[in-house]
């Protein structure tokens, strides 16, 4: 009797795993809103121009099967410069880039119309926060990272 159990154990014990690994996968499936990458330093010289601040941006992704309202969430660096979506949502499945320096918003491109740079090359965090406060993503890099980070 006890060698019989003892055979069942193993196969016991892969059920349970493989019972927890399929009770998780509908939380994972659902996805969400996530910082996908990062160009904190936009190339050539720092000249303050418009074109210079928009090609630093961060690129969010939709990582969900639906479509998702951004409607006040946070954008922010380590320094706590903050970017607030308005009535914006994001399509499922879809990626759309928050640019630093001026020009007119679309489904792809928001843009945070400042003059000056705000994602650090040296070190910097770029952190998303949902409308109740909670984090939702946050992407970190160093100088041994190049012009940009895949988070």
Not at 32 to 49: K, L
Not at 73 to 91: E, M, Q
Not at 105 to 113: E, F, G, M, S
């Amino acid at each position: 009797m006890r060698r019989g159990i003892r055979a069942a154990l193993p196969a016991l014990a892969g059920a349970v795993v493989l019972t927890g690994t399929l009770l998780s996968a509908p939380a994972e499936a659902a996805g969400g809103v996530v910082i996908h990458r990062v160009y904190f330093d936009s190339p050539g010289t720092d000249d303050r121009s418009n074109t210079s601040l928009n090609a630093e941006w961060v690129q969010i992704k939709n990582t969900s099967s639906s479509a998702i309202s951004l409607r006040n969430w946070v954008l922010k660096d380590a320094s706590n410069h903050k970017y607030t979506f308005r009535d914006v949502k994001i399509g499922a499945g879809r990626t759309m880039k928050v640019r630093t320096g001026r020009g007119s918003d679309t489904a792809a491109n928001k843009y945070q119309n400042r003059r000056a740079y705000v994602w650090n090359n040296t070190s910097d965090t770029a952190t998303l926060t949902k409308a109740n406060g909670t984090r939702a993503d946050s992407c970190s890099w160093t100088t041994r990272d190049p012009s940009d980070k895949y988070c």
